[in-house]
């Protein structure tokens, strides 16, 4: 049972078992062990969050390209909910055409951007997607009457899903169930023939892949994991904006998470999106006793300075590429 | 080689296109001028890109801190000379201004040689490790911005000699912009001259083509490539100072906000190539300020949809570098 759930996929590594085991309780079981909207709040986060940087890592980690539109299809994720709730009404009828709408437009765009740059070289699909992805924040920004330019959507969700409770099981329950295709496909053939492709690609071609066709099915899969975490974190917020969910500023969070956590790795992504969003929530906290406690102090209260926090894990990136590329992970299972 | 003249023709295509579309002739001095402004000044933020991605097959995403460094450079050297500032005449702004640019290069190009010792030199030749690298080192230095700098944008003023602007006919052209274009064409020729008239130029382009070649013949590649990376930091500093001084303000993500629309006048141009990149710059400047006259929504996707165009036509951009 377990087995054909982690499709196989175990943990392996004793620490990295309690962490996940942890980190699964802790999500599962927060509106009651951490009462208060906040903490609620983060547990949501780091659900969706969780589901997005999976679907990341299946490009990065798993697949070997750079792709910079991730936020793009987690946007039109967010927007098709926000739009189909906000014009339409809240109903049922309206959110499944909402999400179904999104997850359409987002296989075409991720179709059509594969087929055209992912036979060159992986640089030049990351300046690709990266120009795409900024063309449909101006999009989403100019188009006002839609998509509420810069202020975005405020909307009602159907009866049942404004209950705080029933939405974040829905998250996480969804959240979870994806993630747990996301390791089955990581670990099929499929997934096998994409590590053959990130480990040599000359010889993944010479086999008689057709690396194309791999990396495109790959781009489309991310696309779609990436349209679902949008729709969970609109339901959960009941508004979607260009700062929740287009910025660039949340590509380079997804960055951080991933290779922080562990590239290659799907629990990877748990731990880099929990650590990630817990640091955002709290970290700023703890830097501002710190800031505070060096108080006279040339620089140091500057470079503490709550702030700055996205510095340290900038650094903590940095030091992940060069000594640890897979992550927490990595260091875990050794 | 036979030489490739159809590109270079767009340049006055689309200007003159544009001509019976904006109607008015004044205008359309006006607006053309500032394109070019615009243009020469991403030309000097982006060259640097393509010359270090065409030697060292490096694309540096942190690339924006550079621009950005260079402004905060000039910027803290102009707000310390208010005294220059503010007196009337060419040579007192001129004392003021040529510190604060050279500043800016000298910052950026430190910046740059640290950049490439530290961050960069350990992932030659895996492209996933410096993309990633290098958006490490962007967030890493944009955050340090704010820690020297602090948060806050700071207003940078202009000089009195380079404000305002003048009239030819009926056409009111900004003196900064003119300014621009005379640097920006300078830069372009020395760029030229050195690299197709010197011996180190012969080297890079010779890089270029053939790294390994260059080396057996007994040259030291490595140091060609420093001397590349600080070279084309350096020229993101002078180009950040220049594109400050035309928004008047300086702030952290400025280097962040610009990098796309570099990335595109290096897709353009053909990676790697300085003259394409010249033309793609020039491209983009022209059609931003007609589009932001035109069709002033289209405005910020006009450069996207340049791009896209020019890549069904020619799909390693205008002029491709040998290497694929």
Redesign the interface.
Same mark, same amino acid.
């Given at each position: 049972m377990l087995f054909r759930l982690l499709s196989g996929d175990f943990p392996r590594s004793r620490a990295l078992t309690v962490v996940l085991i942890a980190i699964l309780a802790g999500l599962a079981l927060a509106p009651f062990i951490f009462p208060g909207t906040r903490s609620l709040n983060v547990a949501a986060k780091v659900a969706v969050f969780v589901l997005l940087v999976a679907s990341y890592d299946l490009l990065l980690g798993y697949t070997g390209i750079v792709s910079f539109a991730h936020t793009m299809f987690f946007g039109i994720g967010g927007y098709g909910v926000g739009i189909a709730m906000a014009k339409m009404g809240a109903s049922w009828g309206a959110l499944a055409l909402g999400i179904f709408a999104a997850l359409a437009l987002s296989l075409a765009i991720a179709l059509a951007i594969g087929l055209l740059s992912l036979r060159v070289r992986a640089i030049f699909f990351a300046m690709i997607t990266l120009a795409v992805a900024s063309f449909f924040q101006i999009l989403a920004s100019q188009m006002s009457p839609v998509t509420g330019g810069e202020d975005g959507l405020s909307f009602r969700l159907p009866e049942l899903l404004r209950e705080r409770l029933v939405a974040y099981y829905v998250v996480l329950g969804v959240a979870l169930a994806l993630f747990l295709a996301l390791l089955r496909v990581v670990n099929s053939p499929f997934g096998r023939v994409l590590l053959a492709i990130r480990e040599n690609e000359f010889r993944a071609e010479a086999i008689g892949y057709r690396l194309v066709n791999y990396r495109t099915v790959a781009n489309c899969l991310a696309a779609l994991g990436a349209t679902v975490a949008g729709v969970l974190y609109a339901i959960w917020l009941r508004y979607t904006g260009p700062d929740t969910t287009l910025s660039f500023n949340i590509m380079i969070d997804i960055l951080l998470m991933v290779v922080i956590g562990g590239m290659g790795t799907m629990y990877g992504a748990v731990l880099g999106a929990t650590l990630f969003v817990v640091a955002q929530n709290y970290l700023q906290d703890l830097m501002k006793l710190a800031s505070g406690s060096l108080e006279g102090l040339p620089l140091l209260p500057a470079l503490l300075h709550p702030d700055r926090w996205l510095l340290w894990l900038g650094v903590l990136f940095i030091l992940c590429v060069y000594y640890f590329p897979a992550g927490i992970v990595g260091r875990l299972r050794r | 080689m036979k030489k490739d003249w159809t590109p270079l023709a767009l340049v006055p295509v689309i200007a003159l296109v544009a001509l019976p579309l904006v109607g008015s002739a004044p205008t359309w001095v006006t607006l053309t001028v500032a394109g070019l402004a615009m243009g020469m000044m991403i030309f000097m933020m982006a060259s640097g890109l393509t010359l270090v991605f065409g030697l060292m097959d490096v694309?540096n995403f942190a690339h924006g801190v550079f621009i950005s460094v260079g402004a905060y450079g000039a910027a803290t050297v102009l707000t310390r000379m208010s005294r220059q500032m503010e007196a009337e005449g060419l040579a007192s702004d001129l004392s003021a201004m040529i510190p604060a640019v050279l500043a800016a290069i000298a910052l950026a190009a430190f910046l740059g040689w640290f950049f490439e010792r530290v961050?960069i030199r350990?992932?030659y030749g895996d492209?996933?490790?410096q /993309?990633?690298?290098t958006?490490?080192?962007?967030?890493?230095f944009e955050?340090?911005i704010?820690?020297v700098w602090g948060?806050d944008i700071i207003p940078l003023p202009r000089p009195g000699t380079i404000t305002g602007s003048f009239i030819v006919g009926e056409a009111a052209i900004e003196r900064y912009r003119v300014a621009a274009v005379v640097v920006g064409l300078a830069v372009f020729a020395a760029m030229w001259l050195v690299l197709n008239r010197t011996r180190i130029g012969l080297l890079v382009r010779a890089g270029v083509e053939n790294p390994e070649m260059v080396e057996s013949l007994g040259y030291r590649i490595r140091r060609l490539f420093v001397g590349v990376f600080v070279a084309g930091s350096g020229l993101a500093g002078l180009g950040g100072a220049m594109w400050a001084m035309y928004q008047e303000q300086v702030n952290a993500q400025m280097g962040?906000q610009v990098l796309?629309m570099i990335?595109?006048v290096? /897709?353009i141009g053909g990676?790697g190539s300085v003259g394409g990149c010249f033309l793609g710059a020039l491209l983009v400047g022209l059609l931003a300020n007609y589009t932001g006259y035109l069709a002033p929504?289209l405005a910020?996707?006009s450069n996207?949809l340049l791009?896209v165009l020019v890549l069904l036509w020619r799909?390693r951009g205008l002029y491709p570098i040998g290497k694929?």
């Open positions: - | 694309l961050l350990p992932v492209h996933l490790k /993309i990633l690298i958006m490490g080192g962007l967030i890493v955050q340090l704010h820690v948060p962040a796309v990335f595109i290096v /897709i990676l929504k910020l996707g996207i791009m799909p694929a």
